[in-house]
């Protein structure tokens, strides 16, 4: 069949070994009591020995965009950050936009007198009024700015939080494209998709927050730290309108009614990966159900960000859907290949022909050792092509073989997502979710 393959092969370095994913922990300065004896707490002490991690704050509210704030917290910890996710609500819990819920390590109230290396606000709304309105958080932002300290904002925060309270003046900067005209007077707008100026960092949507949070590594660390972070990724190697997706044996995936969709999650899970695909499959309309895998609702994932599951799997497994997708992450992977409940309802997925995708570790770790890419071509994490029986495709960003949809990493999440999107609602749908994402 006809294969649609719109991008040269990108020739990304594919790391020896599939990084061990627990070894950035952050420490939180507020943790749960039941955090106290976990791994995480006893690693950190190891991680503190080599040298002193850069603190960075990353406030949160109730419709902050969760992907601008997952993927920053995720590429910082994996550079060695020392992150705090903080709340500025009430609570912990925190409701972000597309349902998406997640637990703060903090208050923001916690941090006011503590010191940072870098503050990073997300986008999204009202997410980011609510940032803006809080004292706390604008005092602690101004401090850093007195100081000469790094900032940074994405998406509609540069205009909404950093504009507002004045920090922006004589500088550059960039934001969500229809926030443009709410940057304030006394700074520049410019249309980059990562804007550096000196101390302060702007970006404009969901779509950039890799390149930007790669920027803020590349400042905290330096240029080499950057490129090491970026490679294990599989980064896009560029932004065009064609981001790629390889078809083999084409067929039909549309729907009449609205697609029900299952997203599991495990303690371990790709935080990134998870909330791209949850994120952008809810704002083309899909349906999707967000299930844990553990006993509890709440999981920690790979890079400790705390995600709050929609229903465990016991409940989830009584729907029907259209589709099920696994985000990649270890042991998350791992813990969904010990399921035999979620085996079991991929088997029949499979079997009656449904639709069902995994990308990253899932690939290899459960859909291959459970028979479920016999016949099939797919792709999986570079360092974990070697586990696929057949390999010949695993060098694709994004694969489809009729009723399986495949892909590699945090860097081909959101194609991977948007290929889901497109199959199911068509070519245009992706195209102008992937604008609107500011991710062409
Ligand atoms: C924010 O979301 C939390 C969790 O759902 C909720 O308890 C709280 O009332 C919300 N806060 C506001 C100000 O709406
Ligand atoms: C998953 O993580 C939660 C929170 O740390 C913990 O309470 C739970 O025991 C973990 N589950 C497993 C199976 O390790
Ligand atoms: C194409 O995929 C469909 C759905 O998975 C499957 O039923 C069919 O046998 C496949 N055809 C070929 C030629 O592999």
Sequence with gaps: ????????????????????????????????????????ASSSSYSSMASIPKKVLVPIANGTEPMEAVITIDVLRRAGADVTVASAEKDLRVDACWGVKLVADA????????????????GGIPGSDTLRDCGVLESIVKKQAEKGGLYAAICAA????????????????????????????????????????????TSRGPGTAMEYSLA?????????????????????????VDFAMTEINSTSWKF???????????????????????????????????????????????????????????????????????????????????SEKL?????????????YGAICASPAIVLETHGLLKGKKATAYPAMCDK???????????????NLITSRGPGTSLEFALAIVEKLLGRQK???????????
């Design 388 to 402: 696929l029986s057949d390999q010949s495709y695993c060098e694709n960003r994004v694969v489809v073989d009729g």
């Design 343 to 355: 085996v079991n309802l991929l088997r029949k997925q499979a079997e009656s022909s449904k639709l």
């Design 216 to 240: 803020l590594v590349e400042k905290l660390y330096g240029k080499d730290k950057a490129d090491e972070v970026a490679g294990p990724m599989v980064m896009r190697p560029h932004h065009g």
């Design 107 to 122: 208050l923001v109230a916690d941090v006011a007198t503590a010191s940072f290396d870098l503050i990073s606000l997300p």
């Design 430 to 440: 992706s195209l102008d979710l992937a604008k609107s994402m500011v991710f062409v």
């Design 256 to 338: 009449d009614s609205t697609p029900q969709i299952l997203v599991p999650i495990a303690n371990g899970s790709e935080e990134m990966e998870a909330v791209m695909i949850i994120d952008t499959l809810r704002r083309a309309k899909a349906n999707v159900v967000v299930a844990s895998v553990e006993d509890k609702l709440e999981i920690v994932a790979s890079r400790k960000v705390k995600l709050i599951a929609d229903m465990l799997l016991d409940e989830a497994i009584k729907l029907q859907y259209d589709l099920i997708v696994l985000p990649g992450g270890l042991p998350g992977a791992q813990a969904f290949s010990n």
């Design 1 to 40: 069949m006809a294969t649609r393959h719109l991008l040269p092969l990108p020739l990304l370095p594919i790391p020896l070994v599939y990084k061990t994913l627990l070894r950035f922990p952050s420490k939180p300065l507020a943790p749960h009591p039941r955090t106290l004896c976990s791994s995480a």
């Design 158 to 201: 540069p205009a909404v939080a950093l504009g507002s309270w004045g920090l922006l003046k004589g500088l550059k900067a960039t934001c969500y494209p229809s926030f443009m005209d709410k940057l304030p007077s006394d700074a520049t707008a410019v249309e980059s998709r990562v804007q550096v100026e000196g101390q302060v960092v």
